[in-house]
């Protein structure tokens, strides 16, 4: 396929449904995986740097953008079906899956789920490694959110509120720099399809105390799967600690903490974490899939690697291996 360098959406129907996808540049597979909300173009200050050295493929995870948003399966292990099912449409065999925030929990489950197809992992800000998370995303769960969104995103108070949003992401104050995102996301919210499908992704994995997916059991599994942990220091949606708590599950892991970036460093500082991407990528070999292996792994693995904290608790370890991102 010719080398695309500008993007462009294209689509395709998998299961009867229609996801929209950018592919962009040549080169080995880059599966780039939005967060909760949010869409393909979240990654579209680093789409271009990275699509010089590999194929990137960006898709609108199913209930958002423009893919189609029905009543169907939003869990992890759907969502890392659907990834799979992409993948071979398109003719990629395996790639490096990069995921941020809900994103990363998602590559984590395909990693899971299919071993054979993933080179490395790439989680930025990622869900399924604590149970905290801000309290704007616990709202969703609760009942009437869909009722009370309705209201709140008619449109004379939709669009005076994400105009607020937006300057006050400008103003420079650190700690409300998300707050540009935080407003798209509040825009797609007139969709009640929209509204619909946010509200059964989180209840997959959100409930009123915090996060409930965990990747705790299933570290040990990282041993033979290279793995980069990228996060803001300044993060307010979830807490930059849980880098702490994937070096303490996975000490093989390789942790870049980004500073003066929030929630998307992807977006605060693009050519920092493109480097630091490609650096990984550069410094690792694929993970190339061992059936006897990833046996032994399963077998002896609880022994070797016991889970230090139960489904939704946060693992107590020593930070190792956490570094600053090169350029701080």
Known sequence: MPRRTVPHVEHVTVHGHRRAYVRMGSGPALLLLHGLGCDRTTWAPVMQSLARTHT?????????????????????????????????????????????????????????????RTERLVLVASGGL?????????????????????????????????????????S????????????????????????????????????????IVTMADRAYLTEAMPMLVVWGADDLVIPVAHASNASALAPTARIEIVPNAGHFPHKDHPERFAKIV???????????????????????????????????????????????????
């Open 278 to 328: 490609r650096d990984f990528i550069r410094t690792t070999e694929p993970a190339h899939y061992d059936r006897t292996r990833w046996r032994e792994l399963l077998e002896e693995g609880a022994l070797r690697f016991p889970v230090q904290a139960e489904a939704g608790e946060s693992p107590v370890a020593p930070v190792h291996s956490v570094r600053r991102a090169a350029g701080a």
């Open 56 to 116: 990137v493929i960006a898709p609108d995870l199913l209930g958002h953008g423009q893919s189609d948003k029905p009543r169907a399966d939003y869990s992890l292990g759907g969502y890392a079906n659907g990834m799979r099912d992409l993948l071979t449409v398109l003719g990629i065999d395996t790639a490096t899956v990069v995921g941020h925030s809900f994103g990363g929990g998602v590559a984590m489950q395909f990693g899971y789920q299919f071993p054979e």
């Open 172 to 211: 420079g104050v650190r700690h409300v720099r998300d707050l540009g995102e935080v407003a798209d996301i509040y825009d797609s919210f007139k969709d009640p399809r929209t509204r619909a499908a946010i509200r059964h992704v989180t209840r997959a994995v959100v409930d009123w105390k915090g996060q």
């Open 130 to 170: 604590g149970p905290e998370v801000s309290p704007a995303i616990r709202a969703i769960t609760t009942p009437g959110f869909h009722q009370a969104m309705a209201v709140l995103s008619a449109p004379g108070l939709r669009h005076a509120a994400t105009a607020a949003l937006r300057l006050l992401s400008r």
